[in-house]
């Protein structure tokens, strides 16, 4: 703009030096910061740069929606409903996935209707018009459903806010694609696993049985689902193993991601753990018709193939 405005005052007879180098300095600088813009985007881009952000965004959901440490095992306590008749409320609304839901306010409304309010769904799920978004118990009952939706907030698409799984469900989704046949890139996967282990960890670390929310009294106000476990382990496991099935990197590096967090988690958490570790034997002996490659491919790795320490460096550290 500034050249187009230098040429015409210009008007073809006098020529501003001053002028004109300004325009030339301009679009040199004009050029170096294109092709900044073009690397700063090209790595920006980069498989590692994107699963590092997203196992970011994963731990610090993972903070906020499961803020206790973990507990002893025990057996997992059912929310307590009561025993009366209970008033359904229903999406009245455009058909959506959860994204959010306003906790606190949920509870406060509770505790002023002196009741219960179930949310029916789980953040991620879809809800479609009609469907049954809340269960309301006692008191509960009376409150007005335009506060209650009010709320719920409803979209298009996942997002990461209040929804712990997404996360694992995007970085389980990067790992899968770069196993499938037309990319083939078992190392992008692996980077994929890496986040997996931070998340599958943090997780492991924390209360996950937060079903039943209380107000300041400690009586339960709100029943909120989320993920259990279980839930998580199935969800970085499962895929990984049938589509990374051939790849000697993916056998040893889910090994040792899998061995790793035994080793690290309370012990309540080994059972699912173990039984993933059965599950990757029986997948290696499916795969793999000589002793020699399964003998390579059971044998942990923390860089899939290439590192020599497996799931005792993380135990020196």
């Known amino acids: 703009m500034f050249s187009l405005r230098v040429l015409f005052r210009m008007g073809g007879q006098i020529v501003h030096q001053f002028n004109i180098f300004i325009a030339a300095l301009l679009g040199m600088i004009s050029m170096v910061v294109f ?35 973990t507990v002893q095992a025990g057996a997992v306590e059912p929310p307590h409903m009561p025993a009366g008749s209970c008033r359904t409320v229903a999406n009245e609304g455009a058909s959506g996935i959860v994204l959010a839901v306003n906790l606190a306010g949920l509870v406060e409304q509770a505790r002023m209707a002196d009741g219960i309010i179930e949310f029916v769904p789980q953040i991620g799920d879809f809800v479609a018009r009609d469907e049954p978004l809340f269960q309301l118990y006692d008191g509960a009952r009376a409150i007005d459903e335009r506060h209650l939706a009010g709320a719920v907030a409803l979209g298009s698409e996942r997002t990461i806010e209040q929804d712990p799984t997404f996360a694992f469900r995007i970085l389980v989704d990067i790992a899968i694609k770069a196993l499938s046949p037309a990319i083939n890139d078992p190392t992008t996967a692996v980077l994929a696993i890496d986040q997996l282990h931070r998340l599958l960890r943090r997780v ?9 929310l209380c107000d300041a009294y400690g009586r339960p106000r709100l029943i909120f689902r989320t993920p259990n476990w279980e839930d998580f382990v199935h969800l970085s ?22 061995e790793n967090l035994v080793q690290t988690l309370p012990p309540h958490r080994h059972a699912e753990l173990s039984r993933q570790l059965g ?39």
């Not at 073009?38 to 740069?49: G, K």
């Not at 496991?237 to 090994?255: D, K, L, N, P, Y």
């Open 35 to 69: 092709l900044y813009l073009i690397d700063y985007a090209a790595r920006f881009l980069r498989p590692v740069s994107l699963v590092r952000r997203l196992g970011e965004a994963g731990l610090a959901v993972i903070d906020v929606i499961y803020p206790a440490p």
């Open 204 to 212: 492991g670390m924390r209360h996950l049985g937060g079903e039943r």
């Open 237 to 258: 496991c499962i895929e990984i193993r049938h589509c990374g099935a051939g790849s000697v990197q993916i056998m040893r590096r889910m090994r040792s991601m899998l």
């Open 279 to 317: 599950l990757l034997d029986r997948t290696i002996e499916c795969h793999y018709s000589f002793p020699e490659d399964v003998a390579i491919a059971r044998r942990p790795d923390s860089q899939g193939l290439g590192g020599t320490l497996g799931v005792q460096r993380a135990n020196d550290a």
